[in-house]
C-alpha cells in the first residue's frame, strides 16, 4: 500500500522577508536588505552562531528605551544589556555616516549605554566603520579598527586603526576613476611623517579588488601596510 506523502509549501506575502537569524517576518525594506546582508555575513564569514546574534534588541538609554538592529554576545553568554559584546547599526543607503540622527555617533550613543561593548559597526551598505571602545583608566578612547572580530574573538587582523591619511587617500582614488578607462596610473603618498620621500603606488581597478602594488621600502607599522590596505580598499567600497 502506498502512502501518499502531502507536502505544504508556504510562501510570503509580497514585500515581506524571513529573517536570516531569528526567522521572524520582517518588512522587505531598503534598511531591512543591509541587515539581511550583515546577518548573513556574522553567521557564513565570521563564524557567529545565531544565537549568539540578537535581532532588534532593546537596550536602555537614560528613562527611555532603544532597538538595536544587532546585538552579538560571546558564546554562552546570556542576552543581557551589561553582556553585549559588538553593537552592529543598519541603514538604508541614502544615510550617510555624519547623518545627526541616524549616523555614527548614534552607534557611539549605544557602545556609551552597554559597559562591556567593545565592538561597533555602522554600515549603509555602501560604506562602513568599525569603531572600538577602550578604557584608559577613566577615559574612554574611541579607535577605528577596519573590521570587527570573528567570533572567537580574534583580532589579529583587525588591529589596524585607521588613520586620516588612508581614508584621505581613497578620496583622492576615488575622485579621480575615469569613467572612460579604470586605470589610474598613480597615485602620490606624501608620507613625510612616516617616510623622507614620496612613494608612488600603481592602482589597478580592473579586477573585482583593489590592487595596490607597493615598492618593497614601504616601511610596515601598526598602523599601515600595502596589503592592509589592498583589504581596507576592498570590504570598505563606499569609503
Given at each position: 500500500m502506498t502512502k501518499n506523502t502531502e507536502i505544504k509549501i508556504t510562501t510570503l506575502p509580497e514585500g515581506k522577508i524571513c529573517d536570516f537569524i531569528d526567522q521572524k517576518i520582517r518588512n522587505d525594506t531598503p534598511e531591512e536588505y543591509v541587515r539581511q546582508n550583515i546577518e548573513r555575513r556574522l553567521v557564513l564569514e565570521l563564524d557567529c552562531n545565531p544565537e549568539q546574534v540578537a535581532v532588534e534588541f532593546p537596550i536602555a538609554m537614560g528613562s527611555s528605551s532603544k532597538h538595536v538592529d544587532l546585538v552579538i554576545f560571546r558564546n554562552g553568554d546570556r542576552h543581557v544589556q551589561e553582556n553585549a559584546w559588538i553593537i552592529v547599526e543598519c541603514k538604508r543607503d541614502t544615510v550617510e555616516p555624519k547623518n545627526k540622527n541616524e549616523g555614527v555617533d548614534q552607534l557611539k550613543s549605544y557602545l556609551a549605554a552597554c559597559p562591556n561593548a567593545?565592538?561597533?559597526?555602522?554600515?549603509?551598505?555602501?560604506?562602513?566603520?568599525?569603531?572600538?571602545?577602550?578604557?584608559?583608566?577613566?577615559?574612554?578612547?574611541?579607535?577605528?579598527?577596519?573590521?570587527?572580530?570573528?567570533?572567537?574573538?580574534?583580532?589579529?587582523?583587525?588591529?589596524?586603526?585607521?588613520?586620516?591619511?588612508?581614508?584621505?587617500?581613497?578620496?583622492?582614488?576615488?575622485?579621480?576613476?575615469?569613467?572612460?578607462?579604470?586605470?589610474?596610473?598613480?597615485?602620490?603618498?606624501?608620507?613625510?611623517?612616516?617616510?623622507?620621500?614620496?612613494?608612488?603606488?600603481?592602482?589597478d581597478f580592473s579586477e573585482p579588488c583593489l590592487h595596490i602594488l607597493a615598492h618593497g621600502n614601504c616601511p610596515a607599522s601598526t598602523t599601515f601596510h600595502p596589503a592592509w590596505l589592498r583589504v581596507y580598499l576592498a570590504i570598505a567600497p563606499g569609503v
Open positions: 567593545e565592538w561597533g559597526m555602522w554600515t549603509n551598505g555602501r560604506y562602513k566603520e568599525v569603531i572600538r571602545k577602550l578604557h584608559e583608566g577613566r577615559r574612554t578612547v574611541w579607535e577605528e579598527p577596519n573590521d570587527i572580530p570573528s567570533a572567537d574573538g580574534n583580532t589579529s587582523e583587525v588591529d589596524l586603526p585607521i588613520v586620516p591619511w588612508v581614508r584621505s587617500l581613497v578620496a583622492s582614488v576615488r575622485q579621480n576613476m575615469s569613467s572612460e578607462s579604470n586605470w589610474i596610473r598613480s597615485v602620490y603618498l606624501n608620507r613625510s611623517s612616516r617616510c623622507s620621500s614620496r612613494q608612488s603606488y600603481p592602482l
